[in-house]
């Protein structure tokens, strides 16, 4: 690791590795690769995120089955390797590269430098991802009842953000059955009234 890279190392992140209790080697080798693309490094969301300016670039994240480099404008790059992932089919913007072990990592190292060079070449042009409207996602017909018929629901739904209405209408249909899907409703309207958003 070269003395710029070390240079550009974040205390918190230190904290990070000492604490975690999986995926540790894996996350070691990231940071390395990361910072040696000259990022700069921060944890964001509990996680080491790596920037450039403002701008989110990678983030390391880990799971009970595999550790991650994500990218948070995955859906803009080139990935000739065939080795970014869509973590569900309601992520629009962000892809993942997954890992099962170190030796993985160590084998795409090469590899990793290039598609973050891209993503923060992605990041220097200004492209951005084409997000789907919110009017674009389907508003389950439990919940389009309820905003028919309780008195203020749908002016207290309208003023929340994009992004707090999309996050209701994808939790709500997600739920296979009409009667989950109701329930669902049910527990979040006081939420919706008090202008909420379903992880405040």
Known sequence: ???????????KVDSFLGKAKSWREEFEILREVALD???????????????????????????????A???????????PKKILVQQTENVQAARQIRFTNARQIEKLKSTLKIYIREAIAVEKAGLSVEFKKTEE????EEFQ????????????????????QRGYLLHFSSAKQS???AARIEKCIPMIFDGLGLND
């Not at 480099?69 to 990935?79: N, S, T």
Request: proline share 6%.
């Open 137 to 140: 996602f389907a508003v389950p």
């Open 145 to 164: 009842k309820q905003l028919d018929e309780t008195p203020g629901l749908k002016d207290a739904f309208e003023t929340l953000t994009p992004g707090r």
């Open 1 to 11: 690791m070269s003395k710029d890279t070390k240079a550009n190392k974040n205390p």
């Open 69 to 79: 480099l994500l990218f948070f404008k995955g859906a803009l790059m080139k990935d």
């Open 179 to 181: 009667k989950t899907r």
């Open 37 to 67: 693309c000259d990022l700069s490094e921060d944890l964001k969301w509990g996680q080491p995120c790596y920037t450039l300016g403002n701008a989110n670039i990678v983030l390391m994240h880990g799971f009970k089955e595999y550790c």
